[in-house]
């Protein structure tokens, strides 16, 4: 019976010492399940507030690309108004400019006409007679019609004088608007068919590819840098002229003299690319700016080759602003 007892409670030990472990385990378990879950919450607190920043961070930048939207459309508008406004001010001048050619044609009738009548005046004054007075009346007559033609005359110099004025405030502001959309495309800082070409600017690599086949690449640059600088200050020389009149298809042109000391020596010197570039600088800066023979920024097509209309600049500028709207 003791044994019997014991071997009862031996059992009864052993089950609940195997309980006790099964418990054990599941509380470490339960344990490990709650930091685990802790830990995902904490992860998904931390995703939640960066998702909150993402969010606010991308509406700020909406809205800022929003008001630049606004804005850019704003400066387009008022670049286009600018633009019909000066095509319609340039049509209006045209149209005085065909009646001033007149109104001067018929100036120059009128000078010759008071020419004759002063002469007319002369021979009579000559021949005139106090007891003659159909030869004062004619000389009366033609006094006063010699007034009439000069005050007429003085009222075409004055709108000839008008016509200049306005056509040259005109040309101010056709001026003014082109500035402004070259400023407005430089912003746009893309490669298109439009942009700005800055006229008269050396191209300094036939210089450097020319240093290149003497030198090492260090020296190279050094050399190619001295050089360039060099011609730009040549190009800006206004006493240096290396250029020749020629007439083809009976209009003046200007074209690079060969016997140019200077352009002969560099091609002798650093070769043909080096040389074709300083010419084409020349030729830009001639063209483009030959009083100030510095370098310029001009509207500029890329696909023709050929300096951009006004209407060009502003279409190019609508359409920039449409691809951006789109985007958005």
Known sequence: MKASAKDHFQRIFNDHEKLK?????????LESRRIALEKREAHNESERKKLAEDIEENTTKNSSLQMASIEQLKADQNVLKLAEDQKK?????????IQLERQLDMKQKLELEIQQLRGSLSVLKHIEDDDDGEVLKKVDDLQKGLREKEQVLEDLDALNQTLIIKERKSNDELQ???????NAIKETAT???????RMGELDTEPFLEAMKQRY?????????????????EYLKDPDWHPFKVVTIDGKHRELIREDDEKLNG??????????NAVVASLTEINE????????????????????????????FLLNTWKRKKGML
């Not at 472990?21 to 378990?29: G, T, V």
């Not at 001010?89 to 400019?97: F, G, P, V, Y």
């Not at 490669?191 to 070409?197: L, M």
């Open 21 to 29: 472990l099964q418990l054990e385990s599941q509380k470490s378990e």
């Open 89 to 97: 001010q340039k049509e209006e001048l045209h149209a005085k400019i």
């Open 176 to 182: 003014d608007a082109r500035k402004e959309l070259i």
């Open 191 to 197: 490669r298109a068919q439009i942009g700005v070409k």
């Open 216 to 232: 090492n690449e260090e020296e190279a640059e050094d050399k190619a840098t001295e050089l360039c600088s060099l011609w730009e």
């Open 266 to 275: 560099l091609k002798k010197e650093v070769g043909e690319k080096a040389y």
């Open 288 to 315: 483009y700016n030959p009083s100030g023979r510095y370098v310029t920024s001009e509207l500029w097509n890329y696909k023709t080759g050929k300096r951009a209309t006004l209407k060009e600049g502003v279409q």
